[in-house]
């Protein structure tokens, strides 16, 4: 499936639904950094998180020390952000919540 890019309104509306996520330049990215209690559950969190995007085929760009997780999300293909990179978002704030309590 081809999806559409996602113009500055549509983007500001997803961003109100989301916590912590910083947009990027020119839109074309969303961050957030997640640190959990040490490097096991940012790992579970990381696997977790992969599971979820290997199913939705899209993929983070991702930075792990210890216990933080740096996140970007964009989709190439669109070149900018897409509705995807807000699905793996929301499934990444589930996936740390159970992690955070
Ligand atoms: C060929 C393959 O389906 C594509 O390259 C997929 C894989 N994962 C991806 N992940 C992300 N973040 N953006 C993409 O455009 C993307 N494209």
Redesign the pocket.
């Known amino acids: 499936m081809k999806w559409e890019r996602l113009d500055r309104a549509a983007v500001e509306a997803q961003l109100a639904e989301l916590a912590g996520w910083t947009l990027n330049d020119a839109s074309s990215s969303i961050s957030k950094t997640f640190t959990f209690l040490n490097f096991i559950e940012a790992f579970g969190f990381m696997t977790e998180a992969a599971i979820t995007a290997e199913k939705l085929?899209?993929?983070?760009e991702w930075f792990n020390v210890y216990s933080r997780v740096d996140v970007t999300?964009?989709?190439?293909?669109?070149g900018g952000l897409t509705e995807l990179d807000f699905k793996l978002a929301k499934a990444m704030e589930k996936a740390a919540a159970r992690r955070l309590g």
């Open positions: 085929n899209h993929h983070p999300l964009n989709t190439h293909d669109a």
